[in-house]
Nanobody, 126 residues
Framework: QVQLVESGGGLVQAGGSLRLSCDGS????????MGWFRQAPGKEREYVAAINYSGAATGYADSVKGRFTISRDNAKNTVYLQMNKLKPEDTAVYYC???????????????????WGQGTQVTISS
């Protein structure tokens, strides 16, 4: 069982930065692949970034590539999403998710993940 709690959301102006954190519980945190997703009002939840259990492999949606960076610190049971050059279209509730998998892959599909956090609101003003 993995429990996830996101933090770090807020209101910033376009062009600004935010760093989201996802704190995980349980001794199995280092055995999970992690992902960040977001959901804007009236839209489906979409993939943002993902990372494998060790942090050696990462992936990004085209819409955030070059602006967002995913990382993890397994000693702290935490995954981060550094978001730079934010745009109004980045406004959404951001969720972290975990998949019980210890391997070289990361996952981009919502349905691949076993555990989800409650989400944190990110609002970008123009």
């Amino acid at each position: 069982q993995v429990q996830l709690v996101e933090s770090g959301g807020g209101l910033v102006q376009a062009g600004g930065s935010l760093r989201l954190s996802c704190d995980g519980s349980g001794r199995t945190f280092s055995n999970v692949a992690m992902g960040w997703f977001r959901q804007a009002p009236g839209k489906e939840r979409e993939y943002v970034a993902a990372i494998n259990y060790s942090g050696a492999a990462t992936g990004y949606a085209d819409s955030v590539k070059g602006r967002f960076t995913i990382s993890r610190d397994n000693a702290k049971n935490t995954v981060y999403l550094q978001m730079n050059k934010l745009k109004p279209e980045d406004t959404a509730v951001y969720y972290c998710a975990a998949k019980m998998y210890k391997g070289s892959l990361y996952y981009t599909d919502v349905g691949a993940y076993n555990y989800w956090g409650q989400g944190t609101q990110v609002t970008i003003s123009s």
